[in-house]
């Protein structure tokens, strides 16, 4: 892309209203614009950074075995009622009526979508178990939309749904969803710890939040602080063919230490488990949460299937969100500096930055025209700066996008054929030739497992 063709507007000041990092280097990167208060645009170079997000989200539930769909992001109030939800769900939930006075609700979450769904076409354990995930708008009516797009009203959520024939099978379910978490957070990045949770609205015993340590996060959390470093399970595990026991053992190893969140936290249990050297109290985001809760939706809403027995059963259920919206938010939290952003090579928007510092000089031009041609052809994705503004503002423009390599292209370096390589994260700078920049900027996105 070049930059004299992109719609990237970027904000001199920072807004007032911004109290987070994320928050003002979304608003001043030119990434989002809000509307009211937690609904926001998406711009470009936001669209592009979540869209990368949601993808590695769908790798990983794909490569666990859950399968994609779509759910509208309007539901009738009718299975709510069926549900008993609708009226619990309380101010949250944003209501509509047709024009024909029907109830319709703009969805938080699609339990009981799915449960009709599935009631609708399975009728035996023997086509269970199923594992469905949608990537979908939610619209939660907060009482204090705030942080941008870490607390929004409208916000992209993926959000999988579980049915399985018994409580057995659904843990299954359970650990292959709790697996793919940590390795999905761990592909853009970022060290979430697996925390029990309270279950709130949704309901059920079994549950854990995954949070980011942050200072800015909402929550407060307590654990273990080995829990920190402790590695992702890799993405060679074997979720279609494996022994169950293979999965619970590695959802044990990472939940036998202590880590909650400051609803379930028990001091004297804390202080107990948790030699003093080790014990963590900070603050984190939550990007995703995952439920195991039984029949409470199947059974109000006779999602039930025949089992093995010849008796009916209803389908043991298990929901699971990540907050896609809110992790761009949650990644730039996590990753950045006083001059902006510093974006982890797996979700950048764009590969690597081309600062032209002479727009006009043949030879500039044509060495720029080069590398982004062929950074282009190699599926880097360069952003080619071709913009007539003077070397500071492209400096600080592309630190602040915080692309994680840059090449700098100027007259004084190609008098010797070079041009500068700069390291976003690290500011080492190297001198190469256009085609060692080339390679060298290749070979940097050629490996990104873990
Ligand atoms: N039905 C369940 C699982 S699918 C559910 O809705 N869980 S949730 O309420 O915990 O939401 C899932 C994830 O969505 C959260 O972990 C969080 O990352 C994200 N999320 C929730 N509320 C918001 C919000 N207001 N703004 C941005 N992201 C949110």
């Not at 797009?149 to 916000?155: D, P």
């Not at 990644?331 to 006083?338: C, F, L, P, Q, T």
């Amino acid at each position: 892309m070049r930059l004299s063709r992109y719609f990237l507007p970027l904000l001199k000041e920072t807004p007032a209203s911004a109290e987070i990092a994320s928050h003002r280097y979304m608003l001043r990167a030119g990434m989002i614009k809000q509307h009211s208060a937690g609904i926001y645009s998406w711009l470009p170079l936001g669209f592009k950074v979540m869209k990368k997000i949601e993808q590695i989200v769908r790798e990983e539930q794909n490569r666990a075995g859950a399968v994609e769909m779509l759910m509208p992001t309007i539901q009738g109030a009718d299975l709510w009622q069926e549900s008993g939800r609708y009226d619990d769900y309380g101010k949250e939930m944003l209501r509509i009526t047709d024009r024909a006075g029907r109830e319709l609700l703009y969805g938080p979450t699609n339990e009981e979508m799915l449960t009709d769904v599935f009631r609708t076409f399975v009728r035996s354990y023997k086509e269970l178990p199923q594992l469905l995930y949608h990537i979908q708008w939610k619209f939660r009516d907060e009482v204090r939309p705030r942080f941008g797009v870490m607390r929004g009203r409208e916000f992209l959520m993926k959000d999988a749904y579980s049915f399985d024939i018994d409580m057995d099978a659904a843990v299954v379910s359970y650990n292959k969803m709790f697996i793919a978490y940590l390795n999905t957070f761990a592909r853009m990045g970022l060290k979430a710890i697996p925390m029990q949770a309270d279950t709130g609205p949704i309901g059920g015993d079994l549950s854990h939040e995954f949070l980011i340590l942050a200072d800015t996060g909402e929550s407060e959390v307590f654990c273990h602080a080995d829990l920190v470093d402790m590695p992702a399970p890799g993405l060679d595990v074997d979720f279609a063919n494996g022994d169950p026991n293979d999965l619970q053992s590695l959802v044990d190893e990472r939940t036998a230490l202590y880590a909650r969140t400051d609803e379930m936290h028990e001091p004297s249990v804390f202080e107990s488990e948790v030699p003093r050297s080790k014990r963590l109290s900070a603050r984190g985001i939550e990007v995703g949460h995952i439920f195991c809760f039984g029949d409470k939706y199947s059974k109000a809403m006779g999602a039930k299937v025949m089992g093995p027995d010849g008796k009916e059963h209803f389908a043991q259920m298990g929901s699971y969100g990540v907050g896609v919206s809110r992790l761009v938010g949650g990644i730039i939290e996590a990753s950045h500096d006083d001059a902006g952003i510093i974006w982890p090579k797996s979700v950048t928007p764009f590969g690597v930055g081309i600062i032209n510092l002479r727009v006009g000089d043949d030879v500039c031009d044509k060495t720029c025209e080069d590398i982004y041609n062929q950074l282009c052809a190699a599926g880097v994705d360069p952003l080619y700066d071709d913009k007539k503004d003077r070397g500071g503002v492209k400096f600080s423009r592309m630190d602040l996008i915080g692309l994680p390599y840059q090449i700098v292209v100027g007259p004084r370096g190609l008098k010797d054929g070079i041009v500068e390589i700069k390291d976003r994260k690290t500011g080492e700078r190297q001198n190469q030739s256009p085609e060692a920049a080339i390679a060298f900027i290749t070979a940097q996105y050629a490996d990104m497992s873990l």
